[in-house]
């Protein structure tokens, strides 16, 4: 089948498939004007047939844009040259044109023409055109024109004049952007942040409003904040507790060696006695040659509250942060006053009378270490009467002690209920010796039935304590004196009671000033 052959079938067939759509838009508006000529203005009319001549020029034109097309392509193939195709090709290549055609007129896009609110939808049909173009599809109207009062008003809408059927559309590549559909855009999932993305999200960010920025301010001080007093206050109970151990370990060597005594001896005439070094303190002068004894409160029926070596400086600040070993520990030791002199010998005879009044000194831990289970004497009625007896033992002597009074102090005292228990270390005479023991009998928790005597070497217990006082100001004081020989270690302790006419400092009375000392209430000791 020749070129020639093919064209001039594709003119005829365009040109039969013109005269009849055009032969239909012609029937179309004589409908127009048959149906509704009293209802349709001038104006109206003339709108109508410009919308219909303006289709039918814009058909003509695609029309002849396909039929151009066809034809460059049919001269581009002419150019290179080809086998002679036999028949059976030829009929599939007349098949694949009329396909061609029949495709190109499925893309010519529908148009609306709206005049009078009735809408009337028709296919673009060219005036004048000669392409060959062949097609199975009829121009057939959306909507037969009606009467207005039996049609109802349709909205103006435009059509863009780049749709193309859906079936156009479903054989068309990928690549080509469908321009007839409204895309909607589709909200991207969220990945999940990672762990660096969420660390730096705490921090401040370009782009942060006034107030985040304060917020995440505010929330990286107070981490900051608690991290600081979390490490603080785990510090502070791990070091408390490696001083435990150390003690513990401490306490082990020394009682392996020298027991709790359990009664006191006749002493002998201290001109003449023989002093020795107690097996226990042979192994603590090992270890720190500033020890000069060991303490222990025991309990009546249990474990001992206290059991802690004591050591002596030179002055009363070294082991206020120093164990006693010499590390840093905020527990630090138990000392002795340095003004006080106890049992200092040299080849086995005592060179020095020992102090009236000793004085040792030791912090009021947290967790109860070193004396920070004396504040027990106060809070609870009966514990007094369950650790009445303090041992306090020498490098040479074992001593046991008997509790007579424990009250509270303020340390800045200045007024007429000043007491500095601890700047007396001793007596010159009788009278002394009675007004000082008077004095803390006075401000004593707790009343009992423990005599005091001239003569009996007295022991203060100092520690902090802020449970009344408050502050640094406040200090428990315990005082007792030393078990006689041959008198029973808990005589006059049992039967304590409650002491209702209590002598406190002035920064008490303050706080309290409903509350008053009487002293004509007070039975004093001595003749």
């Given at each position: 089948?020749?070129?020639?052959?093919i064209d001039k079938l594709n003119e005829e067939q365009a040109a039969a498939e013109a005269k009849r759509k055009?032969?239909?838009i012609k029937a179309i508006r004589a409908s127009l004007h048959a149906?509704?000529?009293q209802e349709t203005t001038p104006v109206q009319a003339q709108t109508a047939e410009e919308a219909i001549f303006a289709a039918e020029e814009s058909f003509a034109a695609k029309f002849e844009r396909v039929r151009r097309n066809k034809l460059a392509s049919q001269n581009r193939a002419d150019e290179t040259p080809t086998e002679a195709p036999t028949p059976i090709v030829e009929a599939h290549e007349e098949e694949a044109v009329q396909t061609e055609n029949v495709t190109e007129m499925a893309e010519i896009p529908e148009e609306t023409v709206v005049f009078d609110e009735t809408a009337v939808t028709v296919k673009e049909t060219p005036a004048e055109s000669s392409a060959p173009v062949q097609t199975s599809e009829d121009v057939t109207p959306a909507a037969e024109v009606q009467p207005q009062e039996h049609v109802q008003a349709q909205p103006r809408t435009t059509l863009n004049p780049m749709r193309k059927p859906r079936e156009a559309w479903a054989n068309t590549p990928h690549t080509e952007p469908r321009m007839h559909k409204d895309t909607k855009k589709k909200k991207k999932k969220k990945?999940?942040?990672t762990l660096g993305q969420k660390i730096r999200g705490l921090f401040p960010e370009k782009g942060d409003k006034p107030l985040e920025i304060v917020r995440k301010f505010v929330f990286l001080g107070s981490l900051v904040a608690i991290v600081v007093c979390g490490y603080m206050v785990g510090d502070y109970y791990l070091d408390l507790w490696r001083?435990?151990?150390?003690y513990s370990n401490i306490d082990d060597i020394y009682r392996t060696y020298t027991p709790i005594i359990t009664s006191v001896e006749e002493e002998t005439n201290l001109d003449d006695k023989y002093y020795d070094l107690l097996p226990g303190a042979k192994k603590l002068l090992d270890i720190n040659s500033e020890t000069i004894g060991y303490m222990t409160i025991p309990t009546i029926d249990g474990n001992p509250i206290v059991a802690l070596p004591v050591v002596q400086a030179k002055d009363n600040s070294k082991y206020l942060n120093l164990n006693f070993k010499g590390e840093d520990s905020r527990a630090g030791a138990l000392f002795l006053d340095w003004r006080n002199n106890f049992d200092i010998v040299e080849n086995h005879r005592l060179v020095e009378k020992n102090s009236d009044n000793l004085i040792v000194y030791g912090h009021n831990m947290a967790d109860e270490s070193m004396f920070g289970a004396l504040k027990y004497y106060r809070r609870y009625p009966n514990y007094y009467e369950s650790h009445p007896i303090i041992e306090f033992n020498s490098n040479y002597e074992q001593y046991t002690y008997k509790i007579f009074s424990f009250f509270l102090l303020?340390?800045?005292d200045d007024t007429d209920t000043e007491y500095d228990c601890w700047n007396t270390l001793n007596f010159d005479d009788e009278d002394e010796f009675y007004d000082f023991v008077n004095e803390a009998k006075r401000r004593t928790l707790r009343t009992n039935n423990v005599d005091v005597k001239y003569g009996d070497p007295i022991l203060t217990?100092?520690?902090?304590?802020?449970?009344?006082?408050?502050?640094d100001r406040g200090r428990l004081i315990l005082m007792?004196?030393?078990?006689?020989?041959g008198e029973d270690l808990y005589e006059g302790t049992k039967d304590s009671k409650e002491n209702t006419n209590i002598k406190w400092p002035n920064v008490y009375y303050d706080q309290h000033p409903n509350e008053k000392y009487d002293p004509t209430q007070f039975v004093p000791y001595g003749p």
């Open positions: 089948m020749s070129d020639n052959y055009a032969e239909k149906d509704e000529p990945k999940p942040k001083s435990r151990m150390e303020d340390a800045e217990i100092s520690t902090c304590n802020t449970d009344v006082i408050g502050n007792a004196r030393r078990v006689r020989p």
